[in-house]
């Protein structure tokens, strides 16, 4: 833990200077989870484990809570300040790495006793391993794998010791509550490590039999008492949003693989897995073939091991197995760890028989070779080869000092010159990543996420807070990262998860909103039909460096009320988001123009579909920009729609800019206000793309009718609900007397709600244009109740029950034979 912090405290990286850690530093992202886990912590929260109403227009949050949050050292955001969010963050990745390090100490020790400060040595080298220091801590949730592998492998080493099995199952339960994701992957590694393990054993088949009995149990019943973080997660990935169009692929060189145990290096333009573990677990791995005293067979089994979960990493069908059946659509290489885990015990079994002379200067020699071979490659940067060439022969010298059997004083001083040599190397490592890592290398440094407008925005929404009559969004221009929203308060759309379901982002996508990440990104609604539609009565926009200034809308309640027949598309083309929005809507409110080419670069309709093929621009003068022009109603506000499109509009007439930038699979543009119409309606625009292959669609200029828009919202706002309560994942509406068609919730129709009509059976609600529908039938209503449970919560209770029910049989049984021996 002091050699981490020390790296970062010499190279100025938060928590001790003002340096991120990257341009677009993810562990930001995680910090407003962390105010939210703060502020449900301390009974502020708008919502509850079950539903978060402070993201996407409100979104289910147990899976984000079990992927995210579950950590146990997360709970240290509710002791510090909620302002101090961001450390406890940091503080999350340090002790998740300290825990690690004393895990891997004992557990090295089951391998094979010796040493405890040998062992220490290289569990250091572990959890401040590569992948622990460029993705780990970046993703701090993630560092819990740290954990994992080396409290799987002593739970496994209680299967084959026939002992602790009930303590094994709750360590097992521990690993998966905390970090579903990557203790699965260590359960993977831990399965392959035992099985190595059970053929060197000196064991008869009935024994190997009966630890393997004992294993499948314990990691059986320790699933089933985890089994409510397994399953919600498990039902939220499968209906979350697919992202596999875009996912990252996992072929590698193989001379760059390699270099990459080497400690310090750093990816470089294509993803190569971070595997190393400082120099004193890659010493003695490379010394680990001369290494006489080891029985060859054991030898050639962890080699084995370890080129064949290396292998594993860079091929894809083996590669999804790591990832649970399919690639991210981040870092393709999230499993590397195991890897590092399975050297530093490769490098134990070594040592603990204390190699030879002869076998030191073997594994130097394959590491100076290692080096020749990669030094010009692109991940080893300079400052990871001054550390290897230096690290590496202090390193051997002292190994070489040690191996001679010295009397203890000179025994206990090199091993203290090594213990100095460990820590610098990690610290020199740790500093070597912030430098790669360092924005300032590649553009201006983005604020971070505690910053002072982020202090004003939170205290503005807090003051003009409305909800749940409306809802108050920071709204578009103010946020750092994906998931401010739950940092400043509110009830805004900004939000990024993995469990963005596709009943939220193509419901939200189909009105309209941005989103990025394949969908698993949404904006904030930046448009007033849209949040006419979301309930949103306030929004903020920025003033200057910090300030922001609060706008009021008439906005009408968070449940509305639909005349039957009222969800149709009232002239606009049928699909467009025109024509959705007026259904969802329920009333005429634009006016879908046809638009013409008139003038600028040429623009034919391309053979895909309807629309425009838009010509690359070449430069910025006016023949760069293609003009297109459409009548509206005299007055109108001309919106466009294009979501995959990437270019910068123009309005001719006042020179209003908006950039569009769709980028599809990855990003969808949302709707942008372009200008008025003329006197005479007609409304021009023109066009300019740095890109290729961009097309305009022909339906793309929406014209609002204000004083008809106007009026369909004071209409809602008149027949609405008149009173409206919402609990931590429930809603209550009263509605006026005799109710009829269709009442509106203003949040996504994503599984898990169901809703009940003046105290009748619970149904799962409609989509209503993306939006929650309830039929209300044609004899009145006068009550609406709707609830939110997530899939695969009661199925999990149930697990935990009979994992319960399964402990307390074994412990009754235990004692039962200890009584008959007594």
């Known amino acids: 833990m002091a050699a981490y912090s020390s790296g970062l405290a010499v190279r100025g990286v938060y928590p001790f200077g003002s340096v991120p850690r990257a341009t677009n530093d993810l562990r930001h992202q995680y910090v407003p989870f962390h105010t939210r886990l703060w502020d449900l912590l301390h009974g502020n929260a708008q919502g509850d484990l079950l539903f978060n109403w402070q993201s996407g227009y409100g979104v289910g949050f147990l899976g984000d809570f079990f992927t995210y949050l579950t950590n146990p050292f997360s709970l240290l955001t509710g002791l510090l300040p909620r302002q101090q969010a961001e450390l406890s963050v940091y503080l999350v990745s340090l002790c998740s790495m300290g825990l690690a390090a004393a895990l891997m100490t004992v557990y090295l020790g089951r391998l094979r006793p010796g040493s405890p400060w040998l062992r220490a040595l290289l569990s250091v080298g572990y959890a401040v391993c590569g992948w622990g220091v460029a993705e780990g801590t970046v993703v701090p949730m993630w560092t819990w794998g740290l954990v994992a592998i080396p409290m799987l492998g002593i739970a496994a080493d209680w299967c084959l010791a026939g002992r602790r099995w009930v303590l094994g199952s709750l360590l097992v339960a521990l690993c998966w509550f905390a970090n579903f994701y990557t203790a699965a992957m260590a359960t993977a590694a831990t399965a392959l490590v035992f099985l190595v393990r059970l053929l060197l054993a000196d064991m008869d088949r009935r024994a190997r039999g009966r630890a393997l009995w004992r294993a499948a149990t314990m ?431 123009r309005a001719e007439d006042t020179g209003r800019l908006a950039e569009l930038v769709g980028r599809p699979p990855v990003v969808s543009a949302p709707v942008k206000e372009l200008g008025t119409a003329g006197a005479d309606g007609r409304f021009t625009f023109s066009l300019r793309t740095p890109k290729d292959g961009q097309v305009l669609p022909t339906g793309a200029l929406g014209c609002l009718d204000q004083a008809a828009f106007d009026a369909a919202v004071a209409g809602l706002k008149a027949g609405g609900a008149t009173h409206v309560t919402v609990g931590g994942h429930r809603v209550e509406a009263r509605l006026p007397k005799g109710s009829t068609g269709t009442a509106v919730l203003a949040t996504t129709a994503s599984p898990g709600w169901s809703c009940s009509v003046d105290g009748g059976p619970a149904r799962a609600p409609d989509s209503y244009q993306g939006l929650i529908g309830v039929p209300l039938g044609s004899g009145g209503a006068g009550r609406l109740e709707c609830s939110y449970a997530p899939e695969g919560l009661r199925t999990g209770l149930a697990g935990t029950g009979a994992g319960l029910l399964l402990i307390a049989a074994v412990l009754a049984g235990t004692r039962r034979r200890a009584a008959r021996r007594a």
């Open 219 to 649: 990691t059986g019943t320790g699933l089933l008492l985890a089994a409510p973080a397994v399953l919600v997660c498990a039902f939220a990935n499968r209906r979350a949003q697919p992202t596999e169009l875009y996912v990252v692929g996992v072929d590698t060189d193989p001379l760059t693989f390699l270099s990459m145990l080497i400690p310090g290096t750093h990816p470089v333009r294509v993803a190569t897995p971070n595997v190393y573990a400082g120099v004193l677990v890659l010493l003695l791995v490379l010394t680990l073939p001369f290494q006489s005293k080891v029985r060859g067979r054991e030898r050639l089994a962890w080699f084995s091991l370890m080129l064949l979960t290396g292998v594993s990493f860079v091929l894809t069908p083996t590669a999804e197995l790591w990832q649970g059946g399919a690639l991210p659509h981040g870092a393709p290489f999230r499993e590397s760890f195991v890897l590092s885990g399975m050297m530093t015990m490769a490098a134990w079994i070594c040592l603990a028989h204390m190699p030879r002379p002869r076998a030191l200067l073997g594994g130097a020699g394959l590491l100076a070779l290692l080096v020749a071979v990669t030094y010009d490659l692109p991940p080893v940067n300079e400052h990871a080869l001054t550390g290897v060439l230096t690290g590496g022969a202090v390193t051997t010298a002292l190994l070489l000092f040690y191996a001679r059997g010295l009397r203890r004083p000179a025994r206990i001083g090199v091993m203290l010159l090594l213990a100095v040599s460990v820590f610098a190397g990690t610290v020199y490592c740790v500093y070597g990543d912030s430098v790669a890592n360092d924005p300032r290398r590649r553009g201006p440094v983005r604020a971070q996420t505690m910053t002072e407008r982020g202090k004003n925005v939170h205290q503005a929404l807090s003051a003009h807070e409305n909800w749940p009559a409306t809802r108050a969004d920071a709204g578009s221009g103010l946020f750092v990262t994906n998931n401010d929203a739950m940092l400043v308060g509110g009830q805004g759309g900004a939000y990024y998860s993995s469990y963005v379901s596709v009943e939220t982002a193509r419901g939200l996508r189909g009105l309209g909103l941005g989103q990025a990440m394949g969908g698993r990104h949404l904006w904030p609604a930046d448009d007033p039909v849209l949040r006419a539609l979301l309930g949103i009565g306030t929004v903020l926009e920025p003033v200057g460096e910090t300030g922001v200034t609060v706008r009021t809308l008439p906005a009408p309640p968070l449940v509305t009320l639909r005349a039957p027949g009222s969800d149709q598309a009232h002239g606009a083309p049928e699909g467009s988001v025109w024509a959705r929005r007026q259904a969802a809507l329920g009333a005429r409110i634009y006016t879908v123009p046809t638009l013409a080419h008139a003038g600028g670069k040429a623009a034919p309709a391309p053979a895909a579909g309807p629309g425009f093929a838009l010509t690359k621009a070449r430069g910025d003068g006016p023949e760069n920009w293609t003009v297109f022009t459409g009548r509206c109603t005299p007055g109108a506000r001309a919106f466009l729609h294009a979501p995959d499109l990437y270019a910068t509009a």
